[in-house]
């Protein structure tokens, strides 16, 4: 049986210990909102570093307590970089965070995704058409062969990523989380709702990018499923706060930060979710 | 003779459409600033999606509906991905903007944009030096062989450009728009002069960078003539806006992204412009 | 024996040159924090460029009145890069600031480091770790071999590094800022300890790599110490003045441009220092 107040004591537990220990996650991440995904990781209490070089990256993998791994804008590097991180992170046994953004997008991005389904990511994040497009990818229930994926946008509903989202989880044995309107996470037996954020984060660049970072951080100290769950609550409970005084996307954003370090431990656990079996 | 109500109901159109349709301009640009570009693409509606390798850059231009090229931070895998996707842009006669950046600086720079020249983009944004520079280049008429070109900066004001200006539209087919403290905006046979924007868009970098951004964008719905017009006057609106509750240019960049998004079709057509034959 | 007035009309006469001519100071920086380094150095009157070819580099070298390098995310193409341009720096003599950022991580960056000794950065800007480290690595006083940078953070206090910050300005002749809770600046025969900031500080990225990037724009009008001094000076006073008007990292960083930008040089010169024989 499934029981939210645990899950909400771990919650607290990890925006805490974040907070107190500032665990870094380092991260090699797309350049367009590599700015707002550091600021995120620091302002919930984490410590940031992006690199590009393979033995950089190695280092990163090494002296941290995780990993976040973007495919948005590669660059000819990553065809050493990424395979070669990956494999460290098996090696050290350490959580590591994908998104698999634009999957779909050139032979590069497809080629290193597919590699990634023997490395098991610790939990996966993406909007509807890229859990689906990363399921068909990998071969499991509820993917297509042929995604729909528009850019970067999500032209899908959550729901319609269910079955693929489960089935991912159950692949990896980490956690999936599905942005959308309503937030699905999984980690293959359980799935949360989680409720909550704004409008204005499909206007500004980054919602997505910079939840994956912060889920690092909290998989720094947490099981997947709390790390994405936390993370996913936060951002819900930032971005409604945020909505509330900004005038537009712009100061959407800067409040938006305000609020992922204002946000107490309580507050984000007690974020609007639901639970049901997988 | 030119009919300037017809062209404020073709800007009300262009404007309307890209907050209906939300539609990609996939861009090339520099690191720099490439977050201003996606965050200013997104406020006025559209969407944006960043890339570096070739096929990457292929799939943008056909999924787009139109390319917005900036050859700021070169990297050296441009050297490949900026000739082969202009290739595509040709094949396909999809609209493209071009902002020549820091002409002048480094041989790949010079090497590329003379390329460009064949390729005909739809429409050409600079500064006055910037334009004058890439007239001389292409061998057109206003242009000077020697640039002084200073970094980013324009030293020149935008009057002197007006030939430069006239005789790439004439080449190219298409627009183009002269950034300045009055803007100077021309198919060829019109010539626009916009009023507007603020003196703290010469403190925060990448306002003409997203300027082109955002172009693109309005070209996916309008003439190259009507979508440098427009885009040039709702960055006249918004800066003028957002100088009244900027506090310096941190607020200021803020505001001005507010005031993107705020603003309404028919204020951005009622926006100062005067209109001459060319 | 030292005039702290003389310091402080040598601090005025900086900022004022600088706002009043807007020199430009080329940077090879880090994509994390390019955006703010370029608005940081826009914001305190000076002009920004950015690349990563070695040709255009040496172009930004030539045209600039000063470089700024910080070795954050290295891509391949700085093995090239680095060395052609310090190179370039040296037979033209003019002033470059270096930020050492992460060193220690990756060899490319632990090589390039190595070989900048022999270049002699005319200011070195660093936290305690970094300092101590670089130090370290060129054999210098102070410096130990082993460093415990710990990603971009410090985890050391300032005065730890005074030692080796004293022996790099006396080996480079230049100045070396230390940055921390109180700020260290010393060109190997005065030191000053400068006084103010925000602890919002360590929860936005790049208050170092900006602050590196404005220590080169005051470079161009300034000796290395006053340069550095004033820098420093700029940041503490309007880190202290941002903090009163922000509810959060998002709104400090933005209350922090605004600052930059509106404070007069006798405030600047005014922020409280400290200074005593090294």
Same mark, same amino acid.
């Given at each position: 049986?499934?029981?939210? *107040?645990? @899950?909400?004591?771990?919650? @607290? ?9 500032? %665990? ?29 070089? %393979?033995? *950089?990256? &190695? ?5 941290? #307590? ?12 990553? &065809?050493? +970089?990424? %395979? ?10 350490? %959580?590591?965070?994908l998104d698999p953004v634009a999957i779909g997008i050139g032979s590069l991005r497809t080629q290193l995704l597919w590699q990634f389904k023997e490395y098991k990511p610790t939990v996966i994040r993406g909007n509807s ?9 990998? #071969?499991?229930?509820?993917? +297509? ?17 269910? +079955? ?37 984060? &499909? ?9 994956? #970072? ?17 993370? +996913? ?20 954003? @800067?409040?938006?930060?305000? &609020? ?12 609007p979710f639901e639970i049901e079996e997988a």
């Open positions: 049986m499934i029981n939210k *107040e645990d @899950i909400q004591n771990r919650m @607290i537990q990890a925006v805490d210990t974040v907070r107190r220990t500032n %665990p870094i996650a380092g991260s090699i991440t797309n350049s367009v909102t590599i700015n707002f995904v550091a600021n995120a990781q620091l302002a919930i209490g984490g410590s940031a570093a992006m690199t590009y070089l %393979p033995d *950089e990256g &190695e280092f990163l993998v090494k002296a941290g #307590g995780a990993t976040y791994i973007n495919v948005g804008t590669l660059m000819p590097i990553y &065809e050493q +970089t990424l %395979p070669h991180i990956v494999n460290v992170i098996r090696v050290m046994g350490k %959580p590591w965070v058409s890229e859990i689906i497009a990363l399921a068909g990818l990998w #071969g499991l229930d509820g993917g +297509t062969k042929v995604s729909n994926v528009r850019g970067v946008d999500s032209t899908d509903s959550v729901n319609i990523a269910k +079955t693929a989202a489960v089935a991912l989880s159950k692949w990896t044995g980490g956690a999936v989380a599905v942005s959308g309107k309503t937030d699905l996470i999984t980690d293959g037996s359980i799935i949360a709702f989680s409720q909550g954020g704004s409008h204005f984060m &499909e206007k500004i660049t980054g919602a997505g990018c910079s939840l994956g #970072g912060v889920v690092a951080v909290y998989a720094t100290v947490a099981s997947p499923f709390i790390a994405a769950l936390t993370a +996913t609550s936060v951002y819900n409970l930032a971005g409604k706060r945020a909505e509330n005084n900004a005038g537009g996307p712009g100061s959407f954003q @800067i409040q938006f930060l305000d &609020e992922l370090y204002k946000a107490t431990a309580v507050d984000i656990a007690n974020n």
